[in-house]
């Protein structure tokens, strides 16, 4: 039987073996990035950074300032606003350690009135709920030695975070056509007006989101800082400012921020102090999401909500809390390059939000509409 195939003739995969190669490659993939994170994480960080910063050092390029000079001042401008936020927080924070040991006295009071109420309200013995309290202290004083050691090593990752940011950004901004020439170089002249459009597009989706989480974050802090003031809270500006820092983690960072102020509110004052804290920030949080994120974030990020948790909970699996901010602006670059390039096309739709779908049912399929050949 003969079984040579007809030149010219194609040979197609079946769907089976292209999905098992994508998965495969999906996997040595996200490995890859695991275990790159202490190199590739700052690399990102720096071309969000040098993306922002780029407007800033083409217009002293214009007013004829040297390039690797215009690329410092605008760096240095970068580096003293994270500076000066973090001299702000690490003050603040210091002032509240101070009174830390108060709060905790006051919050093994409010535990103390905890047990007796679990008492009556569940008919245990007293032993039972010591019991049951040292039982959760001792197993956090096992995972202390850990919690110390993971600290520590966060610790110095941050360091070196912040001394590569700067070198990483720089080097960015200063090789920039560089990089550009050399992906140019990589693709055939008739691709290079889709390459434009993507290089171009991508650009002003990052500026933009990012540009706008610095608005969203002020806007954010200035109604936490005000609800909290009128409840009374201690720290309110300390803690608006950590509130809106945290919630620039898409969906989740806010979450982890109301926790704090709930405790500050439930040891200075009364529980009923801790439910005004939470009704506050599930006021600004449906704020946030409904008029401030469509208005100043703006829409440039054609994400929809399902694929945006999604992607926050895989780059916090692979990187932990950076992975969960680089998540959103690493994915509408992929969704700008997926809806300009021939046959990706599919994955660009599924990872943007359809205008339309509010007017169809939930569980119909939309139709396509194929052209017939009378059409082609």
């Known amino acids: 039987m003969d079984q040579t195939v007809e030149k010219g003739r194609r040979i197609e995969q079946p769907p089976y073996q292209k999905l098992s ?45 040297p390039r690797v000079l215009a690329i410092t001042i605008a760096l240095l401008f970068a580096m003293l606003a994270l500076a000066g ?24 009071g409010f535990g103390e009135q905890a047990q007796r109420w679990a008492q009556r309200a569940f008919n245990m013995r ?6 049951a309290v040292e039982k959760v202290k001792n197993e956090g004083m ?28 720089f ?39 990012l540009v706008g989480l610095i608005f969203e974050a002020g806007i954010v802090a200035a109604l936490n800082w005000a609800g909290l003031l009128i409840i009374g809270v201690e720290y309110a500006l300390l803690l608006a400012v950590i509130g809106a820092v945290l919630n620039l983690i898409p969906y989740i960072g806010m979450m982890i921020a109301t926790v704090l102020p709930m405790l500050i509110a439930l040891a200075a004052g009364e529980p009923s102090d801790a439910l005004w804290v939470l009704a506050l920030y599930a006021f600004v949080q449906f704020l946030d999401n409904n008029f401030i994120v469509p208005r100043v974030v703006a829409s440039r990020v054609e994400l929809n909500a399902l694929v945006s948790i ?34 990706l096309e599919p994955w660009g739709f599924v990872l943007g939000d359809d205008e339309n779908a509010g007017s169809r049912s939930l569980l119909r399929v939309p139709r396509l509409h194929m052209r017939t050949k009378a059409d082609l």
Do not use: C
């Open 21 to 65: 190669i994508i998965l495969l490659g999906l996997g040595v993939l996200v490995y890859g990035l695991y275990i790159g994170a202490s190199i590739i994480v700052p690399m990102m960080f720096a071309l969000l950074l040098a993306m922002l910063l780029n407007p800033l050092v083409t217009r002293l390029q214009k007013w004829r300032v």
């Open 85 to 108: 936020l973090a001299y702000f927080i690490g003050t603040q924070a210091a002032h509240f350690s101070e009174s830390l040991p108060q709060l905790k006295q006051k919050l093994h």
């Open 171 to 209: 080097l960015l901004l200063l090789y920039k056509r560089l990089l550009l020439v050399f992906i140019a170089k990589l693709f055939p002249p008739k691709d290079h007006d889709v390459l434009q459009d993507v290089l171009k597009n991508t650009k002003g989706v990052v500026q933009s989101y």
């Open 142 to 169: 096992e995972k202390g030695g850990l919690l110390v050691g993971t600290t520590l090593t966060a610790v110095g990752t941050l360091f070196a975070f912040f001394f590569l940011l700067p070198v990483f950004t």
């Open 126 to 131: 007293r032993g039972e709920v010591s019991d």
């Open 310 to 343: 999604v992607v926050v909970m895989v780059g916090g699996a692979i990187w932990g809390v950076p992975g969960m901010f680089l998540s959103i602006p690493l994915t509408a670059m992929l969704k700008v390059i997926f809806d300009r390039v021939p046959g």
